[in-house]
């Protein structure tokens, strides 16, 4: 039989038939010699990056193919064991390329045998981006609903894919099939924050190509995100302002603290106030206004870091005092930091998917006596009011259960997902540590001998060696007592 040339096929079904043709994907991604940053101006890491290429619809050979970023960092050793590392980011928006390039440190024990395998979610980083700049106001806490709503409907239709094929259920999969076109026989996976949803659900769906899973700040499958940000929040302040009291030196810096916050908090709420400040990136003079969202929303991020909790007090003190500058240059720069580094639009594919039609009722009078208050839960209802919803797998809200080994990490004084979600997770696991760092915060695996722990734990796929007793050592910093330093 003799074929028709391409251009003979294509004139005759344009004047015969009704044709069909459809685009395929790559098999494998080709990679080639890169570097990788946790953002621009940050030191590369070398790595081995190419495209993976995935059907919008993985259902659906005729849709759009997607061109996913991947990245292969290589083991140190020249004989390195078969199944990678898997760390995935945070968010949901986050890119797991710039979040491994942020935190290599934390895993450079597992790349001593092992390749870090890295691919930024649909939707993320390099990965067709889905984000709006419409909604950085929505972010910062600074739109009633009426205008998140329309901001939303702007961003739905500047968005480049449909936010359907956006969510957990199918980033697994192209995580599965990544996996398959490299030739890895197995996965170790490591989820920070949202990474643990991720983790957890291919370990149920793919339980046989998965060898560790690591959760690091866990949310819990059955758990749907959201109504509890705010009451775990005020959880975590009220644990820094009775630490505070209880420290000589930083109570008798800041008497009354709490009680003073509060005042300051109703103060902002009826006047707000201006203030001048350089941009932290352009330089730029601009006049800020700082009302009690900005400071709610500057402490909240402050308190994922035990390094940054430290300076919460001073920083308090000096508002009290009619300084707002130290607070409102962490706002500024937070809020610039999250619009960067969050793709609104696989965001709240995740979340109008995966959360808001799991809440239920929710205790509005419990949230209004949080420093955060329902504003969150408002504004996420008011997205996902107009936001399609997407794919969800069957059982994707039920906790996991396996006897694969998994590593659970947690901080006590995590203000989002703290150590009773870990425990929450854990319930149907029976192979399974759940380790908590005293003071800390969001995110364990970078903090002390955390690294060891992982490394160990990943090297054997067992606890039978791994030394926990360093967690006792891990360092709190101190209270800063003024801008020169912590106190001694």
Not at 199 to 213: F, G, I, N, S
Not at 227 to 239: F, R, Y
Not at 243 to 270: D, I
Request: net charge negative.
């Amino acid at each position: 039989m003799r074929f028709l040339p391409g251009s003979v096929f294509a004139a005759l079904c344009l004047l015969f038939f009704s044709c069909t043709t459809y685009a395929t994907p790559n098999e494998a991604p080709l990679l080639s010699d890169c570097r990788i940053y946790a953002a621009p101006g940050y030191p590369g890491i070398k790595a081995r990056c190419g495209t993976f290429e995935r059907y919008l619809d993985p259902d659906d050979p005729g849709s759009t193919i997607l061109q996913l970023n991947v990245a292969v960092v290589p083991a140190l050793s020249l004989q390195p064991e078969p199944d990678p590392l898997v760390p995935i980011a945070g968010g949901p928006g986050g890119a797991s390329v710039n979040f491994y390039a942020g935190y290599s440190q934390a895993f450079e024990k597992v790349r001593r045998n092992r390749d870090i395998l890295l691919i930024d979610a649909r939707g993320t980083g390099e990965s067709e981006l889905m984000s709006c700049d419409s909604v950085e106001d929505v972010l910062e806490g600074q739109m009633t609903i009426e205008e998140t709503i329309e901001v939303t409907r702007e961003c739905l239709d500047a968005l480049p894919h449909d936010p359907r094929f956006f969510t957990t259920s199918v980033a697994v999969r192209d995580l599965e099939a990544l996996r398959e076109a490299l030739g890895y026989p197995a996965l170790n996976l490591y989820g920070s924050s949202y990474g643990t949803r991720v983790a957890q659900h291919y370990a149920r769906l793919y339980p046989d190509k998965t060898r560790t899973v690591i959760l690091d700040g866990v949310a819990p499958p059955q758990l749907a995100l959201g109504p509890d940000i705010a009451l775990e929040a005020q959880k975590a302040l009220d644990n820094i302002f009775a630490r505070c009291a209880e420290a000589v030196a930083c109570n008798e810096a800041f008497p009354g603290l709490a009680t003073r916050f509060a005042q300051l908090q109703e103060g902002l709420g009826m006047e707000p106030v201006e203030v001048q400040l350089a941009h932290p990136i352009t330089g730029d003079l601009k006049t800020y206004t700082f009302s009690d969202m900005e400071l709610a929303g500057a402490l909240r991020l402050m308190s994922y870091s035990p390094t940054t909790i430290a300076l919460m007090p001073l920083m308090i003190d000096e508002a009290i005092k009619g300084n707002y500058l130290p607070l409102t240059a962490t706002f500024v720069a937070a809020a610039e930091n999250m619009s960067d580094q969050l793709a609104i639009g696989m965001h709240n594919a995740v979340i109008c998917t995966e959360d808001t039609p799991y809440w239920g009722d929710l205790d509005t009078e419990a949230l209004k006596h949080t420093y955060i208050g329902p504003l969150m839960t408002e504004s996420l209802e008011a997205m996902c009011s107009v936001w399609p919803t997407g794919i969800i797998d069957d059982g994707f809200h039920e906790p996991l259960a396996t006897d694969k080994p998994v590593l659970l990490l947690s901080g006590s004084a995590d203000p989002v997902t703290p150590p009773n979600f870990g425990d929450l997770a854990a319930v149907n696991l029976t192979n399974a540590l759940h380790l908590t760092g005293v003071d800390m915060g969001h995110g364990l695996a970078p903090h002390g001998c955390v690294p060891d722990i992982i490394g160990k734990f990943v090297n054997d796929a067992s606890f039978e060696n791994v030394e926990t007793e360093c967690l006792e050592r891990l360092f709190s910093m101190p209270f800063f007592l003024d801008f020169s330093g912590p106190a001694p």
